[in-house]
């Protein structure tokens, strides 16, 4: 039963809708923790993303967060480039990572072509490519800075050209005011669980919180708690720190939602 239990997630509010939704159905108190924010590069992105399908003639686009693709798109829009992107994009075949990223591809007006059935992280992509036998192609991915080679290494040994556009760069969230209400709750052990959502999301974490606890202290409190973690990745950063967690057997929000379910039943 969670009816009742305090679980905070790495999204804020505004992209926490979801998991929001998941917790007030189970009568558990939800808490968007805001940890990262987008720095963008500004409208040379476009131009780049622009200039690389000219000279590179990707024969895959491969778009690999919602966040991703509403900044490129945006970006176009604010500066009237909005159908030269739409055109680039669409002379390539597109694949998506997961369902969320395809809404956020179709309401721009964007055909998917691809979705990796049940894994919907970079080795899900992996494994759609290799279904697709697409050794020799080419790829073009937009995505953070801040982002792990581990896609490009892994596309790369089956075979596939990749080229990388970095739109945005990450840092810790900076108005940290958000957090007083999990804050306080957390240090008197009134937070039964915390959904992380990306490797970023927990260094952001980890930047906002040692502001405010020491190390030990913020270990020792994490212990006593379940930490479910959207996917590997995500798990490994975890690791860094120490931390134990429950990976999702799905690596998306709902997912998520229902490993903390899980362990916090069993708890």
Same mark, same amino acid.
């Given at each position: 039963?969670?009816?009742?239990?305090? @679980?905070?997630?790495?999204?804020?509010?505004?992209?926490?809708?979801?998991?929001?939704? #998941?917790?007030? %159905?189970?009568?558990?108190?939800? &808490?968007?923790?805001?940890?990262?924010?987008? &720095?963008?590069?500004? $409208?040379?992105?476009?131009? $780049?993303?622009?200039?690389?399908? $000219?000279?590179?003639?990707?024969?895959?686009?491969?778009? =690999?967060?919602?966040?991703?693709?509403?900044?490129?798109?945006?970006?176009? %829009?604010?500066?009237?480039? #909005?159908?030269?992107?739409?055109?680039?994009?669409?002379?390539?075949?597109? =694949?998506?990572?997961?369902?969320?990223?395809?809404?956020?591809?179709?309401?721009?007006? &964007?055909?998917?072509?691809?979705?990796?059935?049940?894994?919907?992280?970079?080795?899900?992509?992996?494994?759609?490519?290799?279904?697709?036998?697409?050794?020799?192609?080419? !790829? @073009? !991915?937009?995505?953070?800075?801040?982002?792990?080679?581990? #896609?490009?290494?892994?596309?790369?040994?089956?075979? &596939?050209? !990749?080229?990388?556009?970095?739109?945005?760069?990450?840092?810790?969230?900076?108005?940290?005011?958000?957090?007083?209400?999990?804050? %306080?709750?957390?240090?008197?052990?009134?937070?039964?669980?915390?959904?992380?959502?990306?490797?970023?999301? !927990?260094?952001?974490?980890?930047?906002? =919180?040692?502001?405010?606890?020491?190390?030990?202290?913020?270990? %020792?409190?994490?212990?006593?708690?379940?930490? *479910?973690? @959207?996917?590997?990745?995500?798990?490994?950063? #975890?690791?860094?720190?120490?931390?134990?967690?429950?990976?999702?057997?799905?690596?998306? *929000?709902?997912?998520?939602?229902?490993? =903390?379910?899980?362990?916090?039943?069993?708890?």
């Amino acid at each position: 039963m969670l009816e009742g239990k305090t @679980i905070a997630i790495t999204r804020s509010k505004d992209d926490a809708h979801e998991f929001i939704s #998941l917790a007030e %159905e189970h009568h558990a108190n939800p &808490i968007p923790l805001p940890t990262i924010e987008l &720095i963008s590069k500004g $409208e040379k992105i476009v131009d $780049e993303f622009l200039d690389s399908v $000219e000279k590179y003639d990707p024969d895959f686009s491969v778009f =690999m967060s919602s966040k991703a693709v509403h900044l490129l798109f945006d970006t176009a %829009e604010k500066h009237g480039k #909005l159908n030269s992107l739409q055109l680039a994009i669409a002379n390539t075949s597109v =694949m998506s990572v997961g369902p969320k990223t395809t809404i956020a591809l179709e309401e721009h007006g &964007i055909k998917v072509n691809h979705q990796p059935l049940k894994t919907f992280s970079s080795v899900g992509v992996g494994e759609e490519f290799t279904r697709l036998h697409a050794v020799g192609k080419k !790829v @073009i !991915v937009p995505r953070s800075g801040a982002s792990t080679p581990f #896609l490009k290494e892994l596309l790369n040994k089956i075979g &596939i050209d !990749v080229l990388e556009i970095h739109l945005y760069d990450v840092c810790s969230f900076r108005d940290t005011t958000q957090w007083n209400s999990f804050r %306080e709750l957390f240090s008197k052990n009134k937070v039964d669980g915390v959904v992380f959502t990306s490797a970023s999301s !927990v260094r952001g974490f980890f930047d906002i =919180m040692l502001k405010d606890f020491e190390l030990n202290p913020l270990l %020792e409190n994490l212990s006593r708690i379940s930490v *479910v973690s @959207i996917g590997p990745f995500t798990a490994d950063e #975890l690791k860094k720190f120490n931390v134990k967690n429950t990976v999702a057997q799905v690596h998306t *929000v709902a997912g998520a939602f229902d490993s =903390m379910k899980n362990t916090l039943t069993i708890t």
